[in-house]
């Protein structure tokens, strides 16, 4: 499966941003999905992640109330709306799909990823 995410940009801090990501190859609503960022000279590091139907959730603390996951398996789309935002939101941000095994939050237990979007929060 191969992914496309969309819609990084410069945002003045406590705007808002919705990235997405869509899906192509083999079947979306077989993955649980996650987001995750990388800023410059740190770790790739867990962002949110949401189960197969959509059902589930779960976001890191640095996030939490700020930033809502989403998918809609109909159009093999993945979304992350971005509210608030900080200027250490700054990162480049992927979206990621796993077969559910092992640790959601853990980056070595995805299975494929897309090329990332840049997010870039000005203060």
């Known amino acids: 499966v191969q992914f496309a995410e969309s819609g990084g940009a410069v945002v003045q801090a406590g705007g808002s941003l919705r990235l997405s990501c869509a899906a192509s190859?083999?079947?979306?609503?077989?993955?649980?999905m996650g987001w995750f960022r990388q800023a410059p000279g740190k770790e790739r590091e867990f962002v949110s992640s949401v189960s197969w139907s959509g059902g589930t959730t779960y976001y890191a603390d640095s996030v939490k109330g700020r930033f809502t996951i989403s998918r809609d398996n109909a159009k093999a789309t993945l979304y992350l709306q971005m509210n608030s935002l900080k200027p250490e939101d700054t990162a480049v941000y992927y979206c990621?799909?796993?077969?559910?095994?092992?640790?959601?939050?853990?980056?070595?237990?995805?299975?494929?990823w897309g090329q990332g979007t840049q997010v870039i929060v000005s203060s």
């Open positions: 990621a799909a796993r077969m559910n095994i092992g640790s959601r939050y853990s980056a070595d237990n995805y299975d494929y």
């Open positions: 190859g083999r079947t979306f609503g077989n993955y649980a």
